[in-house]
């Protein structure tokens, strides 16, 4: 069985998982699986205040090895037992996921473009571009409203590794995808180009 592999990626709250929906719903719901890079943050052993610290958004903060192992199970036919992470308490927690392999797998993340393993892994690269407010605002209301975060600290984390983290990697990735979606706008066209394009992929 064939997998297509394809790569969303773009700044905190610039709609990526909004993209990798839309994509879904063009296909069965078995037929597809959708990976977070999110969930792969490293496991750290630090008292809850010194986690609170941690610069989530530089590279480092990433298990790319693991995500890049697991992904090539998928590929290869395997199940995976995948990490989940706990946003509340900034740690990955005990229990896992099991995710079976699928015709298409869909990986997103602010940093999926930044592992050059990804990218060779990925027969679709996506970067989605929005507005530096307007993704704020969005990363501010969901951490707020999903991950029980304060208004302090999500402007604190913005400003002192968010936005210095997005100028530093993840803009520059942009470069390394085959379609760039302006999110401000309706991406219902670019859906449907990618979806003749994975089932072409999977024809071949």
Request: hydrophobic share 35%; charged share 35%.
């Amino acid at each position: 069985m064939k997998t297509v592999v394809i790569s969303v990626a773009g700044g905190s709250g610039s709609g990526k998982t909004t993209v990798a929906n839309k994509i879904i719903q063009k296909f069965k719901k078995s037929e597809v699986r959708i990976i977070r890079l999110d969930d792969y943050y490293k496991k750290l052993d630090l008292p809850f205040e010194e986690r609170k610290l941690v610069n989530y958004d530089h590279p480092d903060s990433l298990d790319f090895d693991l995500f890049v192992e697991q992904i090539k199970e998928l590929i290869d036919g395997k199940e995976i037992n995948k990490p989940l992470y706990d946003y509340s308490m900034h740690q990955r927690k005990d229990e896992t996921e099991l995710i079976e392999p699928s015709r298409i797998l869909i990986l997103e993340g602010i940093l999926v473009l930044e592992d050059e393993r990804i990218r060779d892994l990925s027969d679709i690269k996506i970067y989605v571009d929005t507005d530096s407010d307007l993704r704020f605002i969005r990363r501010m209301l969901r951490d707020i409203s999903e991950r029980g975060r304060s208004v302090e600290s999500v402007v604190n984390q913005y400003l002192t590794t968010v936005k210095p983290m997005h100028e530093a990697f993840v803009e520059k990735t942009k470069k390394y995808a085959d379609i760039i979606i302006p999110n401000d706008f309706s991406h219902d066209v670019a859906v449907d180009l990618l979806e003749s394009k994975i089932f072409e992929i999977l024809k071949k």
